[in-house]
């Protein structure tokens, strides 16, 4: 109750310290629902990942955690294992989220990206220098 409050004022980090004492003493779904939540809120993606992995694998989870665990699996540079997250939730919650719609678009694009990349950043640079120079003589 008192994480919860901690969480409803926004004091996600006095939350975070409230939940892992609770964990301390044993295993508590609600507690771990609660740090994944206040990770994300704060920003951590890779607490966030961490805690909503646990999440997310739970018997009846909360409907958005899948998003979340994507999310975060995205941000830490995972869009694989990102993929397959995002593309359940749509599947089986809610298949017109626009939030999970772009999630997939972009992990889709850094894949095309990544095999489409001709030059090395450094090689533009490089070439971008030759030109710089070929202007100047």
Known sequence: KRAERLMQ??????????????LDRGNDSEAV???AEAYRRVGDSEETEYWYAMVALMPNPPQKAWLYYAQALQRNGKCDEAT???KQYLEKI??????AIWLL??????VVQDVARPQSLCQRV????????QALH
């Open 9 to 22: 004022q926004h004091n996600y980090t006095a939350a975070i310290d409230l939940y892992r004492s609770i």
């Open 33 to 35: 629902k609660g740090i």
């Open 84 to 86: 397959k997250w995002v």
């Open 94 to 99: 809610e298949p017109n989220n626009t939030q």
């Open 105 to 110: 678009k972009s992990c889709e694009a850094s």
């Open 126 to 133: 490089q070439s971008l220098d030759r030109i710089r120079r």
